[in-house]
């Protein structure tokens, strides 16, 4: 019968180190592979989910087309407008948290509608993590064409005079809030008509079914362009660059009146930390182009408003509580 062979103890020790030796490669290897993924983020097309049409679009094609050049991949920009902008928040906050699903929202999503609904399909501060701030913006107070007024003055008398007539249109919280901060300020009645987007609304302020809208300004410009409406004041704390001769809600005689909105950008919670730092490099990057500059001056009447993911937090928390301040003053309950 042969005798049965016991390992010696120096084998045993020889196989210890195998074994400890094994385990750092592997534990190195799956160390290593993340951080390698990360490292070529993006590898494939990334898609700005964007919350609203105008200008929230025409500002994520601008950046899209920058962030595409810098980043070696190409920019989808889909654009799911309704329920001022939960359609898409409430998208992007299910998808898959990999960085290739981005949320263009506003002080809408972000913001505002904390204070108009009560309840959404999304949570503005759990469900996302903060990318960076884009641009802020500011409104045009335009009316229709044949609207029997020439300055912001005539327009209060005329609403004075028909308390509750004359109406206005609106889809975001932002040109919704421009006409009820107006009203609240000036002690007039007006008569709000919901949208679905803002074109929309100044589509029938074009067609002289609606009396006027304190639309932002890429909307308000084309429209008055058009010859359909004209342009009484801004909502900006100062005369706009584009515009010299348009004065400002406050020049034109209500004190105190400034209002505007912004942009940012998100992704869904549980996104990577380095593919958070990849895209905030990105969108600074972009918003510091000379060309994106260029149209959000020119073509938005807005600034570049590049922030922190931490910065962009603080940010939002703080303008939830001045939007809810605004929208209760104004009368307007949750929903």
């Known amino acids: 019968m042969r005798s049965r062979a016991y390992p010696t103890a120096s084998s045993r020790m020889k196989g210890d180190k ?111 993590v903060p990318i960076s701030g884009i641009s802020k913006g500011y409104l045009g107070l335009i009316v229709r064409q044949d609207l029997p007024v020439s300055n912001l003055s ?14 206005f249109g609106y889809a975001s919280s932002s040109v919704r809030a421009g006409a009820e901060l107006l009203a609240q300020m000036t002690g007039v009645k007006f008569r709000g008509i919901s949208y ?14 609606i009396d006027f809208m304190t639309s932002e300004l890429l909307t308000a410009t084309s429209v008055v362009a058009s010859g359909k409406a004209r342009i009484l004041a801004v909502s900006s704390p100062k005369r706009i660059s584009t515009m010299p001769n348009v004065p400002t809600v406050e020049e034109a005689g209500v004190p105190g009146y400034e209002l505007s ?15 958070v730092k990849r895209l905030n490099g990105l969108f600074v990057q972009a918003l ?33 509580d001045k939007w809810h301040r605004i929208l209760s003053a104004a009368g307007i309950q949750p929903q």
């Open 261 to 275: 909105f912004w942009l940012g950008a998100w992704v869904p919670a549980k996104t990577s930390s380095a593919i």
């Open 288 to 320: 510091a182009s000379p060309k994106v500059q260029k149209f959000l001056e020119t073509g938005a009447g807005s600034e570049a408003f590049p922030t922190t993911s931490d910065e962009l937090m603080k940010f939002q928390l703080a303008e939830k």
């Open 154 to 167: 005539e327009f209060i008398a005329l609403a004075k005079r028909s308390p509750g007539q004359l109406t």
């Open 18 to 128: 195998m074994l400890r030796y094994l385990a750092g490669l592997l534990l190195a290897f799956f160390s290593w592979c993340p951080a390698w993924a990360q490292g070529t983020y993006p590898s494939k097309p990334i898609t700005f989910v964007v919350c609203c049409n105008g200008l929230p679009e025409a500002v994520s094609r601008a950046l899209a087309d920058e962030i595409g050049k810098f980043s070696g991949q190409s920019i989808i920009v889909q654009s799911k407008p309704g329920v001022n902008g939960s359609l898409a928040a409430a998208y992007v906050a299910r998808s898959v948290p990999d960085g290739y699903t981005v949320l263009i929202g506003t002080s809408s999503t972000h913001a505002a509608n904390q204070s108009l609904y009560k309840k959404l399909p999304y949570d503005f501060v759990h469900d996302f």
């Open 196 to 209: 679905k987007t803002n074109p929309q609304a100044a589509i029938d302020l074009s067609g002289g079914r």
